[in-house]
């Protein structure tokens, strides 16, 4: 396996744009079932915070030493403070969040015990934001635009990325010769016509392409329509403990996981797109790119949560 050594003195500028949620995280014990209906007792024991979505790819690209940015919004409730909190702990390169007087901020609240999840609570609006706050965020991408190597688009289908926002951020993008890489999943992938690389899960490509994939042959066949649908070069497309497909130049290639044990696959996509950007800025080749998100996802699966990898783990991994 190779050790990746990327230069100490380049300052890579990448951004996620996208939609930003927290984490919420309630441990305790359980030792009892309720006396009044057949559920378990959880003594909880303390609660944790940490962002997810856009704000978990921001935390992958600061594990790999990219201080990145991010962009999103927030809803107009108590939530957004921890938000912003979360964010100032990180301190990255530069944020703008703009609070949605409409929604809610996204939260998953997941209950744990003995590191086992027993339920989780989503808290969410599934609106897209309206044409003023989409303005106002590509009005600020607008000022910061010439500083990115690369912009990453973190559509979990919460809102933020409205048609008309992701069609007017793919043309800055274009005309100022910035890498989109698109992680989405929304089964209509139309909107991200002309962005530089694609990369769903196996279940969302199948979804975006029509076509149920069971075999390399179809494999191949809905990287293609996907290509066909967004003008992308590049379709990067996760298997899970298949690894990982890459279609570029018409051709697929397959990368075996280099997983041993798969703990939780939570963030795991967040995780192979902000390694695909940090090595792209890096100026990787694309098959170079995919083996390093490859090998960071072997490190996070194995671990608990929305985890991430160190350029150290990857280097060490077996």
């Given at each position: 396996?190779?050790?990746?050594?990327?230069?100490?003195?380049?300052?890579?500028?990448?951004?996620?744009?996208?939609?930003?949620?927290?984490?919420?995280?309630?441990?305790?014990?359980?030792?009892?079932?309720?006396?009044?209906?057949?559920?378990?007792?959880?003594?909880?024991?303390?609660?944790?915070?940490?962002?997810?979505?856009?704000?978990?790819?921001?935390?992958?690209?600061?594990?790999?030493?990219?201080?990145?940015?991010?962009?999103?919004?927030?809803?107009?409730?108590?939530?957004?403070?921890?938000?912003?909190?979360?964010?100032?702990?990180?301190?990255p390169d530069f944020y703008h969040l703009v609070k949605d007087e409409q929604r809610r901020t996204t939260i998953k609240t997941r209950v744990?015990?003995?590191?086992?999840?027993?339920?989780?609570?989503?808290?969410?609006?599934?609106i897209y934001c309206n044409d003023a706050i989409a303005d106002?965020?590509?009005?600020?991408?607008?000022?910061?635009?010439?500083?990115?190597?690369?912009?990453?688009?973190?559509?979990?289908?919460?809102?933020?990325?409205s048609t008309r926002l992701v069609t007017n951020i793919i043309k800055l993008c274009t005309d100022n010769n910035v890498i989109t890489i698109v992680d989405s999943k929304d089964k209509d992938l139309s909107k991200y016509y002309g962005a530089t690389l694609i990369k769903p899960n196996k279940k969302e490509a199948s979804l975006a392409s029509g076509i149920n994939i069971i075999d390399d042959d179809s494999l191949e066949r809905a990287c293609k329509k996907i290509a066909s649908i967004t003008a992308c070069k590049t379709v990067v497309v996760t298997l899970s403990e298949d690894g990982i497909a890459v279609y570029h130049q018409n051709k697929l290639t397959k990368i075996p996981t280099k997983a041993l044990d798969i703990f939780d696959v939570t963030g795991a996509g967040d995780t192979v797109v902000a390694a695909l950007a940090f090595a792209l800025a890096n100026n990787l080749s694309i098959s170079e790119a995919?083996?390093?998100?490859?090998?960071?996802?072997?490190?996070v699966v194995a671990k608990f949560g929305s985890a991430v990898a160190t350029l150290d783990e990857i280097n060490n991994l077996k």
């Amino acid at each position: 396996m190779p050790l990746y050594k990327f230069p100490a003195n380049k300052k890579v500028k990448i951004c996620v744009v996208g939609d930003m949620m927290l984490d919420h995280y309630i441990d305790g014990s359980c030792e009892r079932i309720s006396p009044e209906a057949p559920v378990q007792i959880v003594d909880v024991s303390g609660e944790t915070y940490s962002l997810g979505g856009a704000g978990n790819v921001l935390k992958n690209l600061q594990a790999f030493g990219c201080k990145g940015s991010v962009i999103s919004i927030s809803g107009n409730d108590d939530s957004n403070q921890i938000v912003a909190a979360e964010l100032q702990k990180i301190n990255p390169d530069f944020y703008h969040l703009v609070k949605d007087e409409q929604r809610r901020t996204t939260i998953k609240t997941r209950v744990i015990v003995n590191r086992h999840q027993l339920i989780r609570l989503d808290k969410e609006d599934k609106i897209y934001c309206n044409d003023a706050i989409a303005d106002d965020i590509f009005q600020f991408l607008k000022t910061k635009i010439t500083e990115l190597d690369i912009l990453i688009l973190s559509d979990y289908c919460k809102g933020v990325l409205s048609t008309r926002l992701v069609t007017n951020i793919i043309k800055l993008c274009t005309d100022n010769n910035v890498i989109t890489i698109v992680d989405s999943k929304d089964k209509d992938l139309s909107k991200y016509y002309g962005a530089t690389l694609i990369k769903p899960n196996k279940k969302e490509a199948s979804l975006a392409s029509g076509i149920n994939i069971i075999d390399d042959d179809s494999l191949e066949r809905a990287c293609k329509k996907i290509a066909s649908i967004t003008a992308c070069k590049t379709v990067v497309v996760t298997l899970s403990e298949d690894g990982i497909a890459v279609y570029h130049q018409n051709k697929l290639t397959k990368i075996p996981t280099k997983a041993l044990d798969i703990f939780d696959v939570t963030g795991a996509g967040d995780t192979v797109v902000a390694a695909l950007a940090f090595a792209l800025a890096n100026n990787l080749s694309i098959s170079e790119a995919c083996d390093f998100a490859n090998s960071a996802a072997a490190v996070v699966v194995a671990k608990f949560g929305s985890a991430v990898a160190t350029l150290d783990e990857i280097n060490n991994l077996k």
